[in-house]
């Protein structure tokens, strides 16, 4: 195992070893980064980036260190690297740019005092000759990458400006006349101030990242060119990135002040400073010389001597073996996040039971949800969840990032299903080039179609949306071609007898009842619904022959006061929809799944919206049923209201709603549908 170390302690060395980190991951060596090196001011990307290296280190399992920024070493690495009590057998290399022997000397002399031997030491200032960045404290070695047979038919290029080019007026209007280019997709990279900048503008639909939003070497897996403004090469990030596009075999355009990339002698195009004249030059000069532009720079000398091959003899690394490539089968992973997530999951545990190899999908969820899935049959990932013991309230969303990590590849299809494009998604299908799919219902409120989801949906291959029973209650909040409506996502017919389910209940209950009424309400994660379940208790109460059940989710919480009433009993369930079609009607709010399957099994209902300010509008839902009288809508405050409609379902409205129900023509469900959109993003 390797451990890098930097020679000072600071947040500038800190993010050189992670630079250094994924390429030498990226070859196949395994690198460690200690984690009390992690600097105080440290990014929250950057926290998701060295996730996959930070260690508790133990000595003996190091074989080597690699040390960056030797020409400059601090005290505090002296000592840890003294405290790990490193083997004689362990290597040591100090990699720095010595300006002379006699640093070079001072530096391993600095070395052996700690180590009680003499390191190895690599200059990077002999070695590399017309250097990219000349203070750059990683090596920007260059891997060993295939060569694409081809640049992609609608080529993605990433495009570098300072953040101080936004002061000019006419800089963003042109960005916007590029994005609108058929022949080109456009990202740009700035810094972090820069892209706030351009998302409080008008021109947020701009694919917009920031510095150091993802690493290079994952940038460079997406990018089939890249361009560069400024006055020099922008920092150690974007010689990175440019270096591996190099190896790639894809063209870097030089368009900085000084032609800084032109003049150390890397095999880069110089391209024009006026950033007005770039669309004619990616067009007419880059694009369709690309291949060739491309396998000119693999050739190049300069490019040949930074090889990272070349500095594993340097450094004594053995190359790592590479097993024969097996195509793996490719496999679906659903994800379902929000809240407790047992709706999402159910919704993909439909649409997954419709593939015509079901065997091929898994799941990955949280802890409330692995019972549901599993006990539909599928294998589950746990996630973790947030907890207020957590020193961030993003830190279970990285340790869920490195779970995803490990288990999807670059064949595998990733298919989510919630609201918020959590962090750890985007950066797994960044970094693994799985295809992605997100299941997105509709409905949402004013206010909750943000910038940043709209921007994040840019990383599906395809956005499956389940329709609504009702038409005016679909809408488009995006367009495209990766836009995919289906039909409403609904559990089919439970199979069982109504009047059987009741006979059941008697049985196992010990009551007689000629009445049943289900009540859905929710286990209170949303909003507390504790008054209007006492309200519906009190009032079923008072009817003899009644049984009330109360269905929940078994990790859902229901007020004590609940288990006291007469007539009522709590039921803790994954499978509500036996006990709904069995009843003479339900109370229930009106999320997605419940409102589908009452209104699909046509069965009578009240309905109590849900209003929280992160959910779908339910209200809007439970009113498109109650205005065609197929249901009753009480709003939550409408106690008296709650009661008029409970007596209206036992004085005859019922039984009127389901006749209704019944004659009511409803839109094909959308669970095969769903299924086979997913299957045709699957590789063969």
Not at 37 to 44: A, C, G, I, L, Y
Not at 515 to 521: A, D, E, G, Q
Request: glycine share 8%; net charge negative.
């Amino acid at each position: 195992m390797i451990l890098l170390e930097a020679g000072r302690r600071s947040e500038r060395g800190f993010d050189a070893k992670m630079i250094f980190a994924a390429q030498l991951s990226d070859r196949g060596h395994a690198v460690v980064i200690d984690e009390e090196t992690v600097p105080d001011k440290f990014e929250r990307s950057q926290k998701y980036e060295v996730a996959p290296y930070l260690a508790r280190i133990d000595g003996p399992r190091i074989s080597t260190v690699l040390m960056i920024g030797a020409e400059d070493i601090d005290d505090a690495t002296l000592a840890r690297l003294r405290g790990l009590g490193l083997g004689p057998d362990v290597r040591v290399v100090a990699i720095g740019r010595f300006p002379d022997r006699q640093s070079e000397i001072g530096a391993r002399s600095r070395l052996a005092y700690a180590l009680g031997r003499e390191p190895g030491t690599f200059n990077i200032s002999d070695h590399y000759k017309g250097d990219l960045h000349v203070t750059a404290l990683s090596p920007l070695a260059a891997l060993e990458i295939p060569a694409a047979a081809s640049i992609a038919d609608v080529p993605e290029v990433f495009l570098f400006l300072p953040a101080e080019w936004l002061d000019e007026p006419q800089t963003l209007p042109i960005l916007a006349a590029f994005d609108n280019v058929p022949g080109f997709r456009l990202n740009v990279v700035m810094p972090s101030a820069g892209k706030d900048v351009v998302k409080r503008s008008r021109y947020t639909g701009l694919n917009v990242f920031g510095y150091s939003e993802l690493g290079p070497s994952i940038l460079a897996r997406r990018a089939d060119v890249a361009v560069f403004y400024g006055d020099a090469v922008p920092g150690e990030r974007m010689a990175a990135l440019a270096v591996d596009l190099m190896a790639s075999g894809k063209p870097v355009v030089d368009c900085t002040q000084n032609a800084s990339f032109q003049t150390s002698g890397a095999p880069v195009l110089r391209g024009p400073e006026e950033l007005a004249a770039l669309q004619n030059f990616l067009e007419f000069t880059v694009l369709v010389n690309a291949d060739s532009i491309g396998r000119e720079a693999r050739l190049s000398p300069w490019l040949e001597a930074r090889r990272l091959s070349k500095l594993e003899a340097e450094f004594g690394l053995a190359p790592p073996a590479r097993p024969d490539p097996v195509a793996p089968d490719a496999r679906v992973l659903f994800m379902p996040t929000n809240g407790n997530g047992l709706g999402h999951a159910q919704r993909c545990a439909l649409i997954a039971d419709e593939f015509e190899k079901p065997e091929r999908a898994s799941f990955a969820a949280f802890p409330t949800c692995v019972p549901l899935i599993k006990g539909r049959g599928f294998p589950c990932l746990p996630l973790v969840q947030k907890s207020p013991d957590f020193p961030e309230d993003y830190a279970n969303d990285i340790v869920n990032y490195l779970r995803l990590r490990r288990t999807l590849s670059p064949a595998d299809h990733l298919v989510f299903d919630g609201g918020y494009v959590f962090e750890s998604i985007f950066r797994t299908i960044h970094e693994t080039g799985c295809r992605a799919t997100w299941i997105r219902r509709g409905l949402w409120r004013p206010g909750q179609i943000s910038e940043a989801q709209i921007e994040r949906e840019r990383i599906f291959n395809r956005i499956i949306l389940p329709g609504e029973a009702f038409e005016e209650l679909n809408a488009d909040y995006s367009q495209g071609h990766r836009m995919r409506r289906v039909g409403p996502i609904v559990q089919p017919t439970p199979g069982t007898d109504p009047a059987g389910v009741r006979t059941r209940l008697a049985r196992m209950l010990g009551v007689e009842f000629d009445s049943l009424v289900v009540t859905m309400l929710g286990g209170g994660v949303a909003a507390d619904r504790s008054a209007q379940l006492q309200r519906v208790c009190g009032l079923l109460a008072r009817r003899p022959g009644c049984l009330h059940l109360i269905v929940v989710w078994p990790n859902s919480k229901i007020a004590p006061g609940i288990y006291g009433w007469e007539n009522t009993h709590v039921v803790r369930t994954h499978n509500s929809l036996a006990l709904c079609t069995a009843a003479d009607f339900v109370v229930s709010a009106v999320g997605y799944n419940s409102f589908h399957e009452l209104m699909y099994h046509r069965i009578p209902s009240i309905f109590v919206p849900q209003v929280a300010p992160y959910m779908d509008d339910q209200e809007r839902r439970a009113r498109a049923a109650s205005d065609r009288d197929l249901a009753v809508t009480v709003l939550a405050h409408e106690l008296l209201g709650l009661e008029r409609a409970v007596s209206g379902m036992f004085a005859g409205q019922g039984a009127e709603i389901r006749q209704r129900l019944e004659a009511l023509e409803l839109p094909e469900t959308g669970n095969r549908a769903a299924a086979g959109l997913i299957e045709e993003e699957l590789c063969p």
